[in-house]
């Protein structure tokens, strides 16, 4: 997504995942590299006193409101969205990578939780991952567009079953099935 459509918490996060896709792939020296620490505490210091209280039902909201700049996962971009299913572009950069140069598959299951959840959401709203299956097909490639297809399988009482793929192009690397069960109030 270009910056200029991102939202500024959006942009932190882009900014946060190419700080995390350059830094695990650097070779800065030992100088350099204590300059950085010492940046990045100083802009630790600067945002913790902004930091959310955790664990209450407040949390839960600004959770999904923040997602933007959560970057245990790539972003995901929605493509296209209907009755039950939804479309997401995402890319993985180099700091997803394995030891083989393409994506981690825990970077991959990780990934497929998220996107389920958006789906899950509408349909349990807050819900939880009971189980998730991922199969592996293909390498996912680094730095390359690839299409998450997310949809509703069924559901019954609390439980949900959400299916994924994820795709380059035709090429389907991985697909994944969750059981998703419906939080009491």
Do not use: C, W
Not at 75 to 81: G, N, P, Q, T
């Amino acid at each position: 997504m270009a910056p200029e459509t991102l939202s500024e918490l959006e942009q932190f996060g882009d900014a946060l995942r190419e700080l995390q896709d350059v830094a695990t792939a650097t070779q800065a020296p030992d100088l350099a590299l204590v300059a950085v620490a010492n940046s990045i505490r100083d802009i630790t210091k600067q945002l913790r006193p902004f930091a959310a209280e955790l664990g209450t039902d407040q949390d839960f909201e600004h959770y999904v409101a923040t997602s933007g700049s959560h970057t245990l996962n790539p972003a995901l971009e929605i493509v296209r969205k209907g009755e039950g299913f939804i479309e997401m572009s995402v890319r993985f950069g180099s700091f997803f990578r394995n030891a083989f140069g393409y994506v981690n598959g825990g970077a991959i299951a990780s990934m497929f939780d998220t996107a389920i959840a958006h789906v899950a959401f509408e349909y349990a709203g807050r819900s939880f991952t009971a189980n998730l299956n991922v199969n592996y097909r293909n390498f996912a490639p680094l730095d390359v567009d690839l299409l998450v297809k997310v949809r509703l399988e069924s559901a019954e009482g609390r439980k949900h079953i959400v299916v994924a793929e994820l795709f380059n192009g035709e090429v389907l690397v991985s697909e994944a099935s969750a059981l998703l069960i419906q939080a009491q109030d």
